[in-house]
């Protein structure tokens, strides 16, 4: 079956690091992928959008990958600040057409002072 | 302005009774979504509507009745409460059709069933 899987773990890091969380994925082949920023009690913020033909996006400090041979996401945020600390979700479209989207667990991020 | 914004925020109610979510958008979309999220913070798909018409209905108890009235609406009643229907019901929506759009969602209800 489907699946997607993103490191359960929080990660904790120092202000100023680069944060990099993974999305995995089996038994898909997405035409794109998103990430999504979720703080408590809010709903998940769009951050990115890659498709399938695009190795690499950038947004500000963001940047996404996509390896279609590895089926694996990777989220980076560059220069992190305590702010950035959230769950980040990645998301995939079953096929079949419309937006349904999968949802993977969400990592947390903590970014420490 | 709030762009998709979901009443109540808090609803606490005993098994057996009947409640509403209510949820508008602003951003003149013509997709909106069901999501609930779990204690163990899946986000999963309940139903979607575009343009008014139910085009994702997934495996949900038929205790469960999305109605859209209009495409800037889309409310969740919910039938015969259960324990196991506790969760946060997070409404979303989107451009077009929904391919390759993100989605916008609302801050959530959480639902407690006692």
């Known amino acids: 079956s489907q699946k997607i899987e993103q490191n359960s773990e929080a990660l904790n890091i120092q202000e100023g690091k680069t944060a990099t969380l993974t999305c995995n994925y089996t038994n898909y082949s997405p035409a794109y992928l998103q990430w999504y920023r979720q703080d408590p009690g809010r709903g998940p913020v769009f951050l990115l959008l890659i498709r399938e033909n695009e190795k690499e996006k950038r947004k500000e400090r963001l940047k996404v990958t996509f390896d279609t041979t590895l089926k694996q996401s990777l989220f980076h945020i560059t220069a992190s600040q305590p702010a950035d600390s959230a769950t980040y979700l990645c998301?995939?479209?079953?096929?079949?057409?419309?937006?349904?989207?999968?949802f993977g667990a969400g990592t947390r991020l903590a970014v420490h002072p | 302005d709030t762009a998709v914004s979901q009443t109540p925020k808090y609803l606490v109610t005993q098994m057996g009774n009947d409640k509403s979510i209510k949820c508008e958008q602003n951003?003149?979309?013509?997709?909106m979504y069901w999501y609930k999220q779990d204690s163990k913070k899946f986000l999963k798909i309940m139903f979607s509507y575009n343009n008014k018409e139910l085009i994702i209905n997934e495996t949900v108890p038929n205790r469960f009745s999305p109605k859209s009235p209009d495409k800037a609406h889309l409310n969740l009643h919910i039938n015969s409460l259960e324990l196991g229907d506790s969760a946060v019901y997070f409404c979303a929506s989107s451009q077009g059709d929904g391919v390759n759009s993100p989605l916008h969602f609302g801050n959530g209800t959480r639902l407690t069933v006692t």
């Open positions: 951003l003149g979309h013509d997709t």
């Open positions: 998301a995939l479209p079953l096929s079949g057409g419309y937006n349904k989207l999968i």
